[in-house]
C-alpha cells in the first residue's frame, strides 16, 4: 500500500496540477466572461433571444468534444497519456492567442461570431481531453488509498484556474477602474495564451504512466515472441476483450451530472442575478469568482477526505445533501430575492455537487487499460455535451413556465440516474474485493 511520494512522483504531480491549473484558467476565461464578451463577439437582441444565444455560446464549448474524444483516445491508448497532456496545453495556447487578437462583430461581422465559436469548440475539446489524461495518468501511476486525494487534486487546480479566471476577469471588466467602453480584457486571454505555452513546454520533460507503460511493454514483448508484427487494431480487439457494456452505461449517467449542477451554480444563476435582480456583467463575475472560491475550498476538503473516508460513501453523502438543499432555492427566492440568496444557494450547490469527485480512479479501473482512454474519454464527452445541450436549452424554456421551480425538470431525472449509477459501481468493487480475498494467498 503506497502512503509517500518519491521525489519523481512529487514533480510529476506538480506539473499535471500546474498544467490542468492553466488549461482552465484559459477555459473558463470566456465562460464567465461570456455576458460581456457575446455582446462583443455576437449580435446585440432582447433578453430571451440573448438568453438562447448565451445557451448557444456555453454548448458550443462541448461541440467537438467527442470527435476529440475520438481522436485523443486514440492517441492516449496507442501512443502515451503524456503526448496527449503535451498537445492539448498547446492546443489552449493558440486559441487563447486568437480570441486576442480577433475583432469584434461590430469590425468583421458574423464571421467574428464563427471564429470565436470555432475557438470555444477547441478549448472544450482540448480541455476535456488534457484533464481526463491527468487523472488517469495519476490513476495508473499511483495505488490507492493515495490515488484518491491525488487524482482529486487534479480537479483542485481546475477549480483554481476556475477561480484565477474570474478574478482576471473581474478585474479587467471593473467599470470604476477602466469605464464601459474598453478592450482590456483581451490582456486577460493574452495572459491565458503565455501560461499555456509555458506549461505545454514543461509537461515535455514527464515520464509515461507507469501501469500504461508497462502494459504496452508486455504486449509488445508477447508480438515479439510470437513473430507477429505490432498491430494496435489486434491489440484493441483481441487482449482487452473485457465486457464493459453495462459499465460503460453506468458511468455515462455519473458524468451527466455534473453538467447542470455547473449549469445552475455558474450560468443560471448569473442570468438570475442579471435579469431578475439587475446586476452588470462586471458585478456578476465578481460574485461568482466568491462563488468559485467556496467551489475550490470544498474540493480542498473532499480531496483530504478521500484519504480518510471510501470515496463512494462519499458521492451518496454529496448526493442526499445537494437536493437536501437546493430543495428550498424556489421557496427562498419567491419570498426573499436577493442576490446573497443567490449566493448562498450556489454555494451549497458547489459544495455538494453530485458528480465523480473524489471516486473517478475506481470507475477508471473497471476499464481495460488499453482501451480507458478513449472509452472514458467518450463518454464523458457525449454525456457532457447532451446534458449541457439539454439543460442550457431545456432551462431557458422550463424557467419561462415553472419560474425557478424549472431547475428540478432537469436535475431530478439526472440525479435519479446518477444515484443508480453509483450503486452499480458500489456493487462491483464489492464484488471484486471479495474475488481477491477468495483467491488471495493468505485465504
Known amino acids: 500500500m503506497q502512503t509517500a511520494l518519491t521525489r519523481e512522483q512529487k514533480r510529476a504531480i506538480g506539473l499535471l496540477s500546474i498544467g490542468t491549473f492553466l488549461e482552465y484558467f484559459d477555459l473558463q476565461l470566456y465562460i464567465h466572461m461570456a455576458l460581456l464578451l457575446n455582446n462583443v463577439f455576437f449580435a446585440k437582441t432582447d433578453p430571451f433571444n440573448a438568453a438562447l444565444l448565451s445557451a448557444f455560446a456555453f454548448c458550443s464549448t462541448y461541440l467537438l468534444k467527442p470527435f476529440g474524444a475520438l481522436i ?5 491508448d496507442f501512443i502515451g497519456r503524456k503526448l496527449v497532456i503535451v498537445i492539448t496545453t498547446i492546443i489552449m495556447a493558440i486559441t487563447c492567442t486568437t480570441i486576442t487578437f480577433l475583432p469584434s462583430y461590430a469590425q468583421i461581422g458574423i464571421t467574428a461570431s464563427i471564429v470565436i465559436t470555432m475557438c470555444r ?9 488534457e484533464s481526463r489524461g491527468a487523472e488517469i495518468y495519476i490513476t495508473e501511476s499511483f ?3 493515495l490515488q484518491y486525494p491525488l487524482v482529486a487534486i487534479i480537479t483542485v ?16 471588466t471593473n467599470e470604476r477602474i477602466f469605464g464601459t467602453e474598453h478592450e482590456y480584457w483581451r490582456v486577460a486571454f493574452l495572459l491565458g495564451a503565455i501560461i499555456g505555452l509555458v506549461g505545454g513546454a514543461a509537461r515535455t520533460s514527464l515520464k509515461e504512466a507507469s501501469e500504461f507503460s508497462h502494459k504496452k511493454k508486455m504486449l509488445k514483448a508477447r508480438f515479439s515472441d510470437n513473430k507477429i508484427a505490432w498491430d494496435e487494431d489486434l491489440v484493441k480487439n483481441k487482449f482487452d476483450q473485457q465486457k464493459v457494456s453495462l459499465t460503460s452505461l453506468a458511468y455515462f449517467f455519473i458524468c451527466c451530472a455534473r453538467s447542470p449542477c455547473f449549469y445552475f451554480i455558474y450560468i443560471y444563476c448569473a442570468d438570475v442575478l442579471k435579469n431578475d435582480l439587475a446586476l452588470s456583467a462586471s458585478a456578476i463575475i465578481y460574485h461568482n469568482f466568491w462563488v468559485s472560491i467556496v467551489d475550490m475550498l470544498g474540493l480542498l476538503f473532499l480531496a483530504y477526505l478521500s484519504s480518510k473516508v471510501y470515496p463512494i460513501r462519499i458521492l451518496k453523502a454529496k448526493f442526499i445533501l445537494f437536493f437536501a438543499c437546493i430543495v428550498f432555492f424556489p421557496i427562498v427566492m419567491h419570498s426573499y430575492p436577493s442576490e446573497s440568496v443567490v449566493f448562498f444557494f450556489q454555494c451549497l450547490a458547489a459544495l455538494f455537487v453530485f458528480d465523480d469527485i473524489p471516486a473517478s480512479p475506481i470507475f477508471y479501473r473497471h476499464f481495460p487499460i488499453m482501451k480507458r482512454f478513449t472509452y472514458t474519454s467518450l463518454l464523458s464527452a457525449l454525456a457532457k455535451l447532451m446534458t449541457y445541450v439539454i439543460t442550457s436549452f431545456g432551462l431557458v424554456y422550463a424557467t419561462k413556465y415553472f419560474g425557478y421551480y424549472g431547475i428540478f425538470v432537469i436535475l431530478v431525472p439526472v440525479g435519479g440516474l446518477y444515484y443508480l449509477a453509483v450503486r452499480y459501481f458500489d456493487r462491483l468493487e464489492g464484488a471484486k474485493q471479495a474475488f481477491h480475498q477468495i483467491h488471495s494467498p493468505s485465504s
Open 72 to 76: 485523443f483516445g486514440y492517441i492516449g
Open 121 to 129: 469548440m477547441l478549448q472544450g475539446m482540448a480541455a476535456s481531453a
Open 143 to 145: 495505488n490507492p488509498p
Open 157 to 172: 487546480f481546475s477549480a483554481v484556474g476556475t477561480s484565477m479566471a474570474l478574478g482576471i476577469g473581474s478585474f479587467f
